[in-house]
């Protein structure tokens, strides 16, 4: 068979099917075209002819009542005070950060974002790798600081790093507690 003799046999194949296809759909809508709507309308009938629901009606608002602060014989909550409150006693204990030195650079990270990698010796002195949230990671020592609580670093031994932080107590003073910092993988 020559080319020419298939390429009109497909083009034959492929207008036959268009013309089957056209053919197959009209069928199908012609069935849609009765003009009998009898039982459409007996449904319609049927609903329009049962009894209308019943809608719950709103519940009635309740009535506001209002209520007066009388705040004249009390402080203004939203006011800080520069005194203590009366009848409580502020103890300096002697406990404090040294606010005046300072900072260093770990102490700008919370110490729960803090992972200690590693330890190093050198000249009997060991030395911490720490890395902070950021990736990077810093050789500290024993006296150096971490953490945002004013952490003062005191032991270091292979697994892990103590220190002190300086926390306020709540009644203007301070408290120590001691905080750990183990290796990491």
């Not at 009109?8 to 809508?29: D, N, P």
């Not at 203004?76 to 404090?96: A, L, S």
């Not at 945002?148 to 507690?177: H, S």
Request: charged content about 30%; hydrophobic content about 35%; proline content about 5%.
């Amino acid at each position: 068979m020559s080319s020419n003799r298939k390429a009109a046999a497909m083009r034959f194949c492929y207008k036959s099917g268009k013309i089957s296809l056209s053919l197959a759909i009209l069928l199908q809508l012609s069935g849609c075209a009765s003009s009998d709507k009898s039982d459409l309308i007996a449904f319609v009938e049927a609903e329009r002819a049962k009894p209308a629901g019943h809608v719950k009606p709103l519940p009635q608002p309740q009535e506001y009542e209002s209520y007066e602060y009388d705040s004249i014989d009390l402080r203004d909550p939203f006011v800080p005070t520069d005194q203590p409150d009366e009848g409580r006693v502020v103890v300096d204990n002697g406990i404090h950060p040294d606010l005046t030195r300072s900072k260093e650079e770990l102490e700008r990270y919370p110490l729960d974002s803090l992972r200690m990698v590693g330890t190093l010796n050198k000249d009997d002195v060991v030395w911490a790798l720490v890395k902070d949230s950021d990736g990077t990671v810093h050789r500290v020592r024993a006296g150096n600081y971490m953490g945002q609580n004013y952490g003062k670093i005191t032991t270091i031994n292979n697994v892990t790093i103590e220190l002190v932080e300086f926390v306020k107590d709540g009644l203007e003073g301070w408290v120590d507690r001691k905080a750990n910092l183990a290796i990491t993988n």
